[in-house]
């Protein structure tokens, strides 16, 4: 549990260059073992006003790895081991809504997981839980987000739901007129199961999701050009710098745990009998579930 007076420590997963902000200090690069693999780099570590910031480039400096080939776990592992208590994912998708025109940014406050191939849970046979998901994302961050976006000129959308793709590949038409007529707002590949193994690890967690192009679906789709999306991203990866250096100060506040319950969300999520818990998956929990399971 993250208890009163503990300062944020904010972690952000993102692009290769979102760590490039103006004005961080003290940084460092720094690789963490993780009980669940390989985390997709090491961890970038600096101080923004104060503020202990710690970044993680999802997909490894150069974009190495693909969506269906992150180590989820092992990224949100390290991140609880480098004490981050509140996480900003910052994504680019695609828009399924004729106003969320590329360089919008969505607040997700929802999520529909289509992924398939991808461990989404730290728990397990030994060691069983089940956290509350009905609300995926923190508000008290989302809110924080939205004031930095309104403060920074961003147009932006306060809710929404993302529709989480195993990709490599974008979706078909038939895909992309489903996922509309379920009024998803945007579509992306990387967000789950991330979401869900920051409320099994008790850390905060929202979604910036900027919008880089429409959806198959569009009539105008076919003429998107590669320059325009280019150059899209490149204007995306500004904003969303300037976004989260603009966050990071106004989370310095919090004197106390999640008022959402995001910092003691193991607390009722435990099924597993002490005495049948199997010790190996014990010691693999100890940063996730240390709290709880007396580590």
């Known amino acids: 549990m993250t208890t009163p007076g503990t300062p ?4 952000v997963i993102g692009g290769s260059g979102i760590y490039e902000i103006d004005g961080l200090e003290n940084t460092r690069w720094q690789r963490i073992e993780s009980s669940f693999g390989e985390a ?54 695609g828009s399924l809504k004729e106003e969320l025109d590329p360089g919008t940014f969505v607040i997700v406050d929802q999520f529909i997981d289509r992924t398939i191939a991808r ?49 490599p590949q974008f979706s078909t038409l038939a895909e992309s007129n489903l996922y509309r007529s379920w009024n998803c707002d945007v579509i992306g590949m990387t967000n789950m199961p991330e979401a869900k193994l920051a409320r099994e690890a008790e850390i905060c967690y ?9 959806d198959c679906w569009h009539p105008d789709h076919d003429h998107v050009t590669v320059d325009s999306i280019i150059k899209t991203l490149l204007e995306n990866a500004d904003k969303g710098r300037a976004l989260v250096k603009n966050i990071a100060p106004a989370l310095s506040a919090r004197d106390e745990s999640c008022s959402d319950g995001c910092h003691t969300a193991l607390d009722v999520a435990i099924i597993t009998a002490p005495e049948t818990r199997d010790k190996e998956m014990v010691k693999k929990l100890d940063a996730v579930a240390g709290r709880v399971l007396g580590q």
């Open 40 to 93: 997709s780099d090491e961890l970038f570590f600096g101080e923004l006003e104060g503020v202990q910031m710690v970044f993680l480039p999802r997909h490894g400096r150069g974009h190495r790895i693909p969506p269906a080939s992150v180590n989820y776990r092992a990224n949100i592992d390290v991140l609880k081991r480098a004490g981050v208590t509140e996480i900003l994912s910052v994504s680019a998708c």
């Open 119 to 167: 461990e989404k849970s730290f728990f397990g046979p030994g060691l069983v839980a089940h956290v509350a998901l009905g609300h995926p994302v923190c508000s008290r961050l989302g809110d924080a987000i939205e004031i930095a976006a309104k403060d920074l000129g961003i147009k932006y959308q306060r809710g929404g739901t993302y529709l989480a793709m195993e990709g």
């Open 8 to 11: 944020p420590v904010i972690g």
């Open 206 to 214: 929202a979604t910036i999701a900027m919008v880089t192009d429409f």
